[in-house]
């Protein structure tokens, strides 16, 4: 409009139509930083009180860190001896309920263990207080679904968990040091006889003279261990309410006393999460609210005795 | 020093719960008084040893016991089993030179080795399985200098000729056939 005004003066157009340009990249950078991550509209599911809900298959509760105390064997209903990791949740407690751009994926804060105050960073001993929870030594998010979740400060304990669901553990496997590519990676080695001279456990080539490189990626010897794993559908054969422990079948990663992650199981091609029939803690055990529960609750493996051969 | 398991307190329930809970409850962990910080594994395997306890039979299993009281490396040992928890009638005995024991609270296992129809057999225990019916010690060694026997497998010598072995063969067969 000012250049149509005044169109004689060529100066003063320019003038203005860098004005434009700079009002229009403005506010373009102000749409396109509305889009970035910190800016979003986030959201954060209102939680009322801690009462019971009904599960629903959709439904995801949150997961729980433990700490694995060591391995032991117990007998089931049908007399064949099963290998068990015991698990403790020691003090967990929901810490913060974390803000996500989704409404539909809330994420639960889960702390567990306790920490000297002394030996909390002032940043992290600020979180705590601003929830109003003790400090707590190891801390991870869990997602949810909406339904699931709780209010901050809410204690999870033992009885969250069902005898014969399937559970994730996710844990930092024991470091193995810098090992050979025959015990990383499984390779053959070389033949231990026949005229072998010094290459009984070697990678051997390492790729085509063509590329005349080594691909990225190669596997060769290295540091083992150490590294996040996840085991996928162990079953809790035991649940003791007392000693707030659950029995895990099978072995999990990593040294007794290490903090590791609990979640219920998400990969169920031709599995079942829960038994069927069972009651499942939603959003989890509240005392009081739930069922009571006997101290020790085990797993009902059952089907046919396997000791007795079938007919067929 | 005989061992026999009852089975009243088998744990074989069936009520429709998709959980079992154990016949013999713990309202409060057994932890010892002077325990403060109790270790969790270790009131575990107390509290898994006094269930399958029943008959005593932990007894032969304390390594500082005399000789005369436990099981040792060298012993003649008979061993009932039920062959499965459906039915506790049928069992089936063993016997053997006890050629080694591995304490391991309840996870504690021995190996019995014998000579059946001129191979040699041996069999894995588990001591507190609940299908171990009987455990009986049918003759002391008069002298073993090793905990674990495993050259017996070499050099057995006249070990498996002894006439405890042959008597409870047969006895066993008997008491079989009466079952």
Redesign the interface.
Known sequence: MFSLLFGKRPGQSVCSSLRALQNQLSTSAAVYRAKLPHEKMRYAPPVTELKLGIYTPESRRTGIIARK??M????D???V?VPVT?L?LDSVKVVHIIKTSNPNHPRLQIGCGVRKEKNTTKSLLGHFKAQGIEPKAKLFEFPITPDAVLPVGTEITAAHF???QLVDVTAISTGKGFQGVMKRWGFAGGRASHGNSLAHRTPGSTGNINPGRVYPGKKMPGRMGGKSVTVLRLPVMKV?T??N?IWVKGSVPGPDEQYIKVRDSIKLVKHRLF????TVPFPTYISGQSADL???????VGGH?P??PRAD | MLAVRSFSQS???KDS??????KM?????LVKPEEKRPN??K???RE?LARADVDGRSKLFIRRAPPKERLCAGDVVFVET??????PSATTTFSGVCIAIYRR???TSFILRNIVHKVGVEMRF?AY???IKRIEIMQKTTRVRRAKLFYLRENPGRTFQLKALKKMSKSASSTAKKN
């Open positions: 105390k060591g032991t064997g117990m007998w209903e049908w007399g001896r015991v403790q069902v005898p014969g003791d007392a000693l422990c038994p069927e029939g069972a006997p101290r020790e609750t085990i797993a009902r005795d000791l007795i | 744990a074989l329930a719960q998709t959980f079992i809970v154990p409850q713990f309202e409060k962990p969790v594994m009131v575990i395997e898994a039920i062959n499965s928890i459906s039915d609270g309840i996870d588990m399985s609940p299908l």
